[in-house]
DNA sequence: TCTGTTGCTGGTAATATATACAGCCTCCGG
DNA sequence: CCGGAGGCTGTATATATTACCAGCAACAGA
């Protein structure tokens, strides 16, 4: 995201406590009465510089159709992103895998959760780790042995047990029915994405 | 706030869900397309039985100006208590047993869960619930065949699938290491305590 | 039987809103 | 000295949206 100007951040405020305090982001006409501007086309102007440097999406051609990102403060922004099918060759953390949120303190988790994945396939079984469990996720790719991590290989996303020993990395399977998959790390790229640090399942699955 | 029908809960999800999807809430004619109404006028007369039931609260003469109000999502509350040894002969949801809170909105789970049972012993290891994982848990005593039950047998509080035929109640584990329990109801007493509806588990215990 | 609520169809007028076009001024890097 | 971004005024206009009209049918409680 670029950087705001200060105006530009004022205008980003406003509309962040006009969503606290109605529920719904404001119109062109509001910004322009709250800033004193005499033009609606001030504001239209500002959301567009504001949309131009990521600060916030614009729905167009529907009123009130401006989303704040990349914020944390928002009420509409709160809980865990949770992550679904991940295409090949575009990261795991992306607006647009993003299905849904889930309400859930982050902090909950140690270290703390970035995103929730949902697991895929019974690899993990006997970790108990089942298919359409949400893993919670840290994002860093400093991992040890024997942790479970979310690693990315050619355009595969897998959640693995991990084992480093020198230029080969295993991923372990928890489930007898998988194969181990050993990579060597001077031939093959290997990307490890983040570490499990916890798992919520919905009642469904149970 | 009144008890809401069927179709109007229906409605007030709609709305719920597209907050969250969108950033904004929906218009008139977002609700007419999204329930199949060929009539914008469904949507507005739903929305004023809405707000006449204190639902919801609505923005005259702005777009889009729908509140969600009593929502549920327990901004205030302090997250589910974490229940862990139960002692004897008291009941499960006791407040001395509430050995801290954990952040988490109940309404990811349904039915709700209304606490967390700590679980001891790995009796339904093969159901992925494994040693100090949180059993998220509905407190009901409205349980069907194949459900993972939280059972209060003597003084004993234990995590099963559930299964009756008659007065015959089987309390089955899901691990070929520990045996099933047969309870006669015109015997022995049996209290289901909950219903599981989820689950949580720590990092540590990856 | 009357009255109110729920749950809709179908339509329309008023107005709220987004958005385009035409400018004006300032500052800043090249 | 040019070009572009930032920051506005002012005027339109198409359309998105609210809000109200008149009905119809089923159903519940008084």
Chains 1, 2 share one sequence.
């Not at 509001?30 to 004193?36: K, V």
């Not at 090949?88 to 929730?116: K, M």
């Not at 290989?153 to 020993?165: A, Y």
């Amino acid at each position: 995201m670029h950087k705001l100007t200060a105006r530009q951040e004022e205008i980003r405020q406003f509309i962040r406590q006009f969503i606290i305090d109605s529920g719904f982001p404001p119109t062109r006409a509001d910004i322009t009465r709250a800033l004193g501007f005499r033009s609606p086309n001030a504001a239209e102007s500002h959301l567009r510089a504001l949309e131009k440097k990521g600060a916030i999406s614009l729905q167009a051609g529907s009123s009130r159709g401006i989303r704040l990102l990349n914020d944390t403060g928002g009420e509409a922004e709160s809980g865990l992103p949770v992550i679904g099918q991940v295409a090949a060759g575009s990261p795991v953390f992306a607006q647009e895998h993003v299905r849904e949120r889930c309400q859930v303190n982050p902090g909950i988790f140690r270290p703390r959760a970035d995103y929730l994945l949902s697991v895929q396939g019974m690899s993990m079984r006997d970790a108990g780790i089942l298919e359409g469990d949400l893993l919670a996720v840290h994002r860093t790719a400093d991992v040890r042995n024997g942790q479970i991590v979310v690693a990315r290989l050619q355009d595969d996303v897998t959640v693995k047990r991990f084992q480093r020993d020198g230029y080969q990395v295993r991923l372990l399977p928890e489930n007898p029915d998988y194969t181990p998959i050993t990579v060597d790390l001077r031939t093959e790229p290997l990307v490890i994405e983040g570490l499990g640090v916890g798992l919520i399942r919905n009642g469904e699955a149970l």
